[in-house]
């Protein structure tokens, strides 16, 4: 009797505490609990899904609106001002994640800043052969050879047309959006593609990028050198500037980390010879860092991540120097936390983008990176993003407070 008893106690006992367990979990997913996510859930999710699987359910689940949203406000300190556009907050998220436009509603309630779409052909494409996106758990880095595989530019067109509306409410209050161009890999006229692109989606874009970056495309990054790029560049602005429409979107550029000294003052000439809008410094590295452990990083692609983050900032500050800060540029690479952020900014970033770490701390990374970045700012004497951008090359007794003009 005393065993029966007992035995019916413990299995009440188990019962109990697994629904508990399960409220616990339930409830730390759906408030975005940072430490659950990072600690616990992503990495979890990660030994149980394959990579590009995870990529596609994460879209799926924001477009479903099944992802805890963010319901922070943006401090004003962090609202920046740039190409005559204002952005609540300077966090966005780079191309490569949603590259359809899925989900970019989903997104925006995540808390980030702008969300930019894509990379996105002329024509549907299913890019590289898969497995091609591989996890560096130890390295806090993923390798990526997607290969554009793109929806095309109807189908995005039809896509975002369908929230046009929803959009310019977005923008005017501050979330822009981007959509980033590619060419189809076995396109014989890449200038055509990617004046197609302007064509067929400048007017539903706050700005569009030429991605001349990716490694998994034959033959794309050549285009970085100063005679195609400058034809290349010349031929989209003067599409962009053709568009009937009241407000043109701007027209950023996304260069490779891996580029010599002279490709760089080269690409920095043309960008301000021709006028172009902006650059996004960088794109993946097809090098190999000596600190990488994971056995995973002889795959071929890009590596993306905290691996990154070094030569990505490099990057920025000596394309802020190049440009004597005239041009404004969106960092990406390595961001995982407020710190990062703010890094890449003083080096000469006005906005940053992420993308790995959502891999390995999930969507309340967003906010974290938000809140760290502002209390970074006060503790160093800023007030305001503006005055953070480029402080790393000015005069050490200037840096505190540094008061620059916003770029517009």
Not at 306 to 314: N, R
Request: charged fraction near 25%; charge should be positive; include cysteine.
């Amino acid at each position: 009797m005393v065993s029966s008893t007992l035995q019916r106690r413990l299995r009440e006992a188990v019962q109990v505490l697994g629904g508990g367990a399960c409220l616990f979990l339930t409830y730390c997913t759906a408030v975005g609990d940072e430490k659950f996510y990072a600690k616990h859930l992503m990495p979890t999710l990660r030994r149980i899904v394959d990579p590009e699987l995870a990529h596609n359910l994460t879209i799926k689940f924001i477009s479903w609106r099944l992802i805890p949203w963010s319901k922070c406000r943006d401090s004003s300190a962090l609202e920046v001002n740039v190409f005559g556009q204002k952005f609540k907050n300077p966090v966005g998220i780079a191309a490569g994640f949603d590259k359809h436009g899925e989900a970019v509603d989903g997104l925006y309630k995540m808390g980030f800043g702008f969300v930019e779409v894509g990379s996105v052909t002329p024509k549907p494409q299913d890019g590289n052969p898969k497995p091609r996106i591989f996890r560096l758990e130890p390295d806090k880095a993923v390798i990526n050879r997607y290969g554009f595989n793109s929806h095309g530019y109807a189908a995005v067109q039809q896509r975002l047309r369908a929230r046009s509306h929803t959009q310019e409410q977005l923008t005017k209050a501050g979330r822009p959006l981007g959509i980033n161009l590619g060419k189809n890999k076995l396109s014989r006229d890449a200038t055509a593609d990617y004046v197609e692109g302007v064509k067929q989606l400048g007017q539903l874009a706050d700005y569009l990028v030429v991605n001349l970056s990716s490694p998994n495309t034959p033959g794309l990054r050549a285009l970085q050198n100063k005679e195609d790029l400058q034809n290349l560049l010349k031929k989209v602005l003067e599409e962009r500037d053709a568009l009937k429409i009241n407000r043109k979107p701007a027209v950023f550029l996304k260069i490779a980390p891996d580029l010599t000294a002279e490709d760089k003052k080269d690409i920095a000439r043309v960008v301000m010879e021709l006028g172009v809008d902006g650059l996004i410094v960088t794109n993946t590295t097809v090098s190999r860092p000596q600190s990488l452990k994971d056995p995973l990083q002889s795959q071929p692609g890009g590596l993306s991540g905290a691996p990154l983050k070094e030569m990505s900032t490099q990057a920025v500050k000596d394309f802020y120097s190049l440009t004597k800060g005239r041009v404004p540029i969106i960092g990406v690479g390595g961001i995982s936390s407020g710190a990062d952020a703010l890094e890449k900014i003083r080096a000469g970033a006005t906005l940053v983008q992420l993308y790995t770490v959502f891999v390995y701390e999930g969507p309340p990374v967003v906010n974290k990176i938000k809140r760290e970045l502002e209390q970074l700012l006060k503790e160093q004497g800023f007030s305001s993003i503006a005055e953070a951008v480029g402080a790393d090359h000015r005069p050490r007794e200037m840096q505190l407070p540094a008061l620059v003009k916003d770029n517009v």
